[in-house]
């Protein structure tokens, strides 16, 4: 529920699938970060029709917390992708400042702070910016398939993306307007739609370091996964990219 008269100056997105595990980390999380930042700010859990206790777990947590102003769970009747959860939540974000990153606990919800000051710092230049984070510590044949998805997204669609699906994304509202409330893809081809517009629209991409955790509890839904879910990401990958590379080469 969103209280009338808060006015956040950032809202973060976080899309959730089955991450019940999670949900109190992430609320404990949230409701420390109050007594760090500085900065009024609106969380949005988008749950994407869990089959676990997610909704609840983070519901009881926001009222734990007391942090019903400014933490709301909205639950979709069906699954509909992440691209799509995240899209439904900016669609209700109330902030100038848009941002997502994921309920996984791999990389620290603070970070999006980190990329709100970069964001803001570079604005008062006047300059147009997207910032992101960029992933250390990572696995090494993580790493490796990064670099290869970054290589070939230059060769096929002539711009050079790094570390695509790093979080946290940070953007203004006007970004958001422009390029990304419509035809964004419903899977995890948004972070690549992103970036892309982002860079063919002459956005600054700044990048942020963030340290890559293993993941704790809960299963991984993307490229965090094994080995099977790492080829089923990179294949839908590949062919958004194909997707793309096609109108390019048509312009």
């Excluded at 439904?88 to 100038?96: I, K, S, T």
């Amino acid at each position: 529920m969103q209280i009338p008269g808060y006015e956040p100056s950032i809202s973060l997105i976080i899309p959730c699938y089955n991450e019940a595990e999670n949900a109190k980390f992430v609320i404990s999380k949230i409701a420390k970060l109050r007594s760090e930042i500085t900065i009024p700010f609106e969380v949005i859990f988008v749950d994407g029709c869990s089959s676990d206790a997610t909704p609840d777990k983070l519901h009881a947590g926001i009222v734990e917390h007391s942090m019903e102003q400014n933490v709301s769970v909205h639950v979709m009747p069906s699954r509909r992708g992440y691209g799509h959860d995240i899209i439904y939540g900016l669609q209700q974000a109330r902030a100038n400042v848009l941002s997502w990153t994921h309920a996984d606990m791999q990389t620290d919800i603070k970070d999006v702070f980190t990329a709100y000051d970069c964001l803001k710092a570079l604005e008062v230049q006047n300059k147009k910016v997207f910032v992101k984070g960029k992933r250390l510590q990572r696995p090494k044949l993580d790493a490796i398939l990064t670099f290869a998805m970054q290589v070939f997204t230059l060769l096929a669609i002539r711009v050079n993306l790094n570390d695509i699906n790093a979080q946290p994304k940070v953007f203004t509202r006007e970004f958001f307007d422009n390029h990304l409330s419509k035809d964004a893809p419903n899977d995890f081809s948004l972070d690549l739609f992103a970036l892309y517009h982002a860079k063919i629209k002459g956005y600054q991409i700044k990048t942020i370091p963030v340290y890559f955790r293993a993941r704790q509890f809960g299963e991984a839904k993307g490229g965090g996964g094994n080995l099977r879910l790492k080829c089923i990401l990179i294949l839908r990958t590949i062919k958004y990219i194909l997707k793309l590379s096609s109108k390019v080469f048509k312009a």
